[in-house]
């Protein structure tokens, strides 16, 4: 089993920035995709950045390109959002995913979840 507990929330104005950090629990962490989603009120959860388990590669939503980063320190077990120039509409609860080999953009195929961080962006 593989724990996550994402961290780093908070209440930013727009403009600014946060960086959210995932803790895995997984000796094997190396071995896991990571992705962050998110999901505000009333919407379904949306894909935001995933990155491969060496870190090589990484992929993001259109909405969020140019101002999110992800990385991952596999020695930390831990990956990162680093979020830039946020905006209202990033307000939302972020949530990091684990996956098993390769990552995808679809949340209905990761198998470990955490519980989630709340970012809210004040205009």
């Known amino acids: 089993q593989v724990q996550l507990v994402e961290s780093g929330g908070g209440l930013v104005q727009a403009g600014g920035s946060l960086r959210l950090s995932c803790l895995a629990s997984?000796?094997?962490?190396?071995?896991?995709?990571m992705g962050w989603f998110r999901q505000a009120p009333g919407k379904e959860r949306e894909f935001v950045a995933h990155?491969?388990?060496?870190?090589?590669?990484?992929y993001y939503a259109d909405s969020v390109k140019g101002r999110f980063t992800i990385s991952r320190d596999n020695a930390k077990n831990t990956v990162y959002l680093q979020m830039n120039s946020l905006k209202p509409e990033d307000m939302a609860v972020y949530y990091c995913?684990?996956?098993?080999?390769?990552?995808?953009?679809?949340?209905?195929?990761?198998?470990?979840w955490g519980q989630g961080t709340q970012v809210t962006v004040s205009s």
């Open positions: 995913a684990a996956r098993w080999t390769i990552a995808t953009m679809n949340p209905y195929e990761y198998d470990y």
């Open positions: 990155i491969s388990w060496s870190g090589g590669t990484t």
């Open positions: 997984a000796r094997t962490f190396s071995s896991f995709a």
